[in-house]
């Protein structure tokens, strides 16, 4: 089936700084890809639509300026997290949909903070 | 809006018994339902899909689900469970952009 690659898997940073977040489809062409945002034992929220393009579109509540998206190519999609704080820690997601509305998940990308 | 309610925050069941995950929706139009399983440092992975068509869905490692209209549900099944089907499962709602549920963590005990 398709992948979707995340990169990197863990990151540690301090209080203030950035972090950027990688999205990849490997085998496939994604036109779209999705953010999500993950807390421990708990369901994973949509953070906003990736286009490749074009600006991403965020869900009510996602700060777009702290979590800048940018879907460069048909193969990447990328999330930084500027001015990182510690409520920021969160394990992130990535997906890219097929036509058949399947959804491929990346392994997603522990973000600690400090 | 459309959403997804998991009530079981969690679920035990003894190897080769059957199992049930529950899931109810609320969408306006016809619903495109979905189930996932993640399991621990892993990506989720796509189990089955209802968009249209047999009420009864088969997806992978042996789990079907069944879409009922009338009870606005989409539990997940599985005939006989096994060890190592113990995971987290979410039940989504959505064509692109999916919304899921709370998640329901199964426990296959041997």
């Known amino acids: 089936g398709a992948v979707v690659s995340q990169h990197p898997s863990r990151v540690i940073c301090k209080s203030g700084t950035s972090v950027k977040i990688e999205c990849r489809s490997l085998d496939f062409q994604a036109t779209t890809m999705f953010w999500y945002r993950q807390f421990p034992k708990q369901s994973l929220m949509l953070m906003a639509t990736?286009?490749?393009?074009?600006?991403?579109?965020?869900e009510q509540g996602v700060e777009k300026d702290k979590f800048l998206i940018n879907h460069a190519s048909l193969t990447l999609s990328t999330l930084t997290v500027t001015s990182a704080h510690p409520e920021d820690s969160s394990f992130y997601i990535c997906s890219a949909p097929d036509k058949r509305f399947e959804q491929y998940f990346g392994p997603g990308t522990r973000l600690t903070v400090t | 809006a459309q959403s997804v309610a998991q009530p079981e925050d969690q679920v035990n069941v003894a190897e080769g018994n059957p199992l049930t995950v529950k899931c109810t929706y609320s969408?306006?139009?016809?619903?495109?339902l979905f189930w996932y399983v993640q399991y621990p440092n892993r990506g989720l992975q796509f189990l089955l899909k209802y968009i249209t068509g047999d009420n009864l869905v088969k997806g992978s490692y042996g789990f079907e689900a069944e879409f009922n209209k009338s009870q606005t549900s989409f539990h997940l099944k599985k005939p006989s469970a096994l060890v190592s089907d113990s995971a987290l499962y979410f039940c989504a709602v959505g064509t692109d952009k999916l919304i899921f549920g709370t998640g329901t963590r199964l426990q296959v005990f041997p």
């Open positions: 990736s286009n490749e393009g074009s600006k991403a579109t965020y």
């Open positions: 969408v306006s139009g016809n619903p495109y």
